[in-house]
């Protein structure tokens, strides 16, 4: 059993993608557990029709209240923390396990469209799916033009997921990727919890990960899997217009908890 956790505010077109994907593709068991962040759009009963676990918040609450609140649900070894808003390749919970118990890592991410092997690569990718994205997204964010978008910038999904596999299996490079975060639940006795005044949580995590493996040495910094690769929409969805965080007063900024010398020593 492995725990999912994804916290979500509307997006009905997306979340609908999310879950057909995450559904077919998935290898092992798992538990999807929802924050819903008072969604008006029917997705927290979406999901729950699915046999999803969702925790109904009263408001929309920053990033890392939320993936607490699902951590507070979660009863599986390893956490998944995703965005709605990406679609999963094939078998991408099993490659991305193997790989953190190849290269003995407890927090791991996947590739994606934001980071690759190379920065080469990373630019081709992004700049592919920035023509894609900026040229479809003139008709819309339904259903139908978000796969649209998926099939023209890979064009046969599985086959592209399965070429990665082959060519960097077990291969990882320092750094992250935010939309696909893996914590094996052991490594928050030494790490902690998100923390809740950091709405970047990815970024903060990375530092605190970071810090620890030069400090105690306990853990490894977070790796990027090069064989999982997981396509993320890159905020094409959140030109909707959000309802500001209820526990917004009590975020802070990275620079504020770390300041920049600290941030140029573990980011």
């Not at 929309?60 to 999963?88: K, R």
């Not at 291969?171 to 030494?190: H, Q, S």
């Not at 809740?196 to 530092?207: A, H, K, T, V, Y």
Request: glycine share 4%; proline share 1%.
């Amino acid at each position: 059993m492995i725990s999912i956790i994804t916290a979500i505010h509307n997006q009905i077109d997306m979340n609908k993608i999310f879950f057909e994907y995450l559904k077919k593709n998935t290898k092992n068991e798992f538990e999807l557990i929802i924050i819903d962040n008072k969604s008006t759009d029917k997705s927290a009963d979406f999901f729950e029709k699915n046999n999803a676990k969702v925790i109904r918040n009263d408001a929309n609450y920053s990033y890392p209240y939320s993936q607490n609140q699902g951590i507070s649900a979660s009863s599986g070894e390893y956490l998944f923390f995703l965005n709605n808003d990406i679609v999963v390749g094939k078998d991408w919970d099993e490659v991305l396990i193997q790989s953190m118990e190849k290269n003995e890592l407890e927090v791991v991410t996947s590739c994606g469209v934001e980071k690759v092997e190379t920065e080469t690569q990373t630019k081709k990718l992004k700049r592919r799916w920035k023509r894609i994205k900026n040229i479809l997204s003139l008709f819309g964010t339904h259903e139908k033009n978000l796969r649209r978008m998926h099939k023209i910038m890979y064009k046969n999904w599985d086959h592209f997921i399965s070429e990665r596999k082959t060519n960097f299996k077990g291969k990882v490079i320092e750094g992250f990727v935010g939309n696909t975060v893996v914590i094996k639940k052991t490594a928050l006795d030494k790490i902690g919890l998100w923390d809740e005044r950091i709405q970047g949580g990815d970024f903060d995590l990375s530092m605190r990960v970071k810090k620890r493996s030069i400090e105690v040495g306990d853990i490894k910094p977070i790796h990027i899997a090069l064989d999982a690769f997981n396509h993320h929409y890159i905020r094409l969805t959140i030109k909707t217009k959000f309802p500001p965080f209820k526990d917004k007063e009590n975020l802070i900024s990275l620079e504020e908890k770390w300041g920049e010398e600290n941030i140029a020593k573990y980011l």
